[in-house]
């Protein structure tokens, strides 16, 4: 008969990493709390890079969430009704894995086996096996991800800078678009992240400027760039800096020392607040798609797209280009 695998409880994770502290062997671990040295090994590995990392609360924790997402799998799995529904409007309807949970609880209100949350969904298609199913459900998703992301966690690591002015202290004259020199920027990313091109949009013009960032992307190399791009431009074109609170800005201060331009960071997780920017950088991605490297992209290759969105006119400049807005936005600015 074979045996019935038991699961590691809170006293055992306790026990793991009290012995990890004393720096005990694994199998010692092992033998104190009557598992394999299999058992512990796994655990321990799973859950961390070093063996002082190990943490008892978290592991139980992902142990748990883990166990919760294999329940909903079964339960798509098991009840050919609902993944039949879910699975019909998602591929023919192109609803949102939000809607057809909420749509299940208006079709069936009496009826709780038709219930189903939009995350375990969202689970259910990202662990499906590759194939030609998961390309076409997962085209049904509207940002063709493939990953689910969590985005708390992604803002708790991105949160690194410190003393920093934030967004709501701009001046109010930045809210009009009346003055200029009030800028956004950000940076687009390519294959993997491993290699970038920044960007400014001035708040009036709309008018876009790209940083070279062929060497790197890094704190100092963004750093650099900002302040290589301000010493050009007009003295009365440099008021402000808005940018989203990533680490390649860690050293804001050092760029305001040098140039005068404070930096205001945004909330996290609030990209409208560089909506300027947003809408610019979406163009750009014409002209430089998501995955590609890009420093395939030459100086006078990213000069020649700066170039071409500056002379491409806007309905938000009333069809103006947004070269020809700051050119009279400067003539008429003291």
């Known amino acids: 008969m074979q045996k019935q695998y038991i699961r590691l409880t809170d006293e055992d994770r306790e026990e793991i990493s009290r012995g990890l502290a004393a720096r005990w062997t694994f199998s010692h671990i092992a033998h104190n709390i009557n598992r394999p040295v299999s058992t512990v090994s796994r655990e321990v590995w799973n859950n961390c890079k070093y063996r002082r990392c190990y943490r008892a609360g978290q592991a139980h924790k992902k142990a748990r969430d883990v166990r919760h997402r294999q329940k909903q799998l079964k339960k798509m799995e098991s009840d050919e009704f609902l993944k039949d529904w879910v699975l019909k409007h998602l591929l023919d309807d192109k609803w949102s894995p939000e809607e057809i949970a909420r749509r299940l609880k208006k079709d069936y209100p009496t009826d709780m086996t038709m219930r189903i949350s939009h995350e375990s969904i969202y689970t259910y298609l990202y662990c499906l096996p590759k194939g030609n199913l998961k390309k076409e459900l997962l085209k049904c998703l509207r940002q063709e991800r493939k990953f689910r992301h969590n985005r708390k966690a992604a803002h708790a690591k991105r949160s690194t800078i410190t003393d920093f002015l934030s967004i709501s202290e701009r001046p109010e004259e930045v809210k009009d678009r009346i003055v200029p020199g009030h800028w956004e920027g950000d940076l687009i990313m390519g294959k993997s992240n491993r290699t970038a091109i920044g960007t400014l949009v001035e708040r009036s013009s709309r008018y876009l400027v790209l940083l070279n960032l062929s060497e790197g992307h890094g704190c ?59 809408n610019t950088n979406g163009l750009l991605r014409q002209y430089f798609p998501k995955g590609t490297d890009l420093r395939l992209h030459s100086v006078a290759r990213r000069a020649q797209v700066a170039a071409e969105i500056n002379s491409r006119p806007r309905k938000s400049l009333d069809w103006d280009t947004p070269a020809e807005r700051l050119a009279m936005l400067v003539a008429s600015s003291p």
């Open 220 to 278: 100092n190399d963004v750093r650099d760039a900002l302040i290589r791009e301000a010493g050009r431009l007009p003295a009365n074109l440099t008021r402000s800096l808005a940018w989203d609170q990533g680490i390649e800005m860690r050293h804001h201060f050092e760029f305001t020392r040098s140039t005068r331009i404070p930096v205001y960071f945004c909330d996290p997780a609030s990209p409208w607040q560089r909506g300027s920017n947003e």
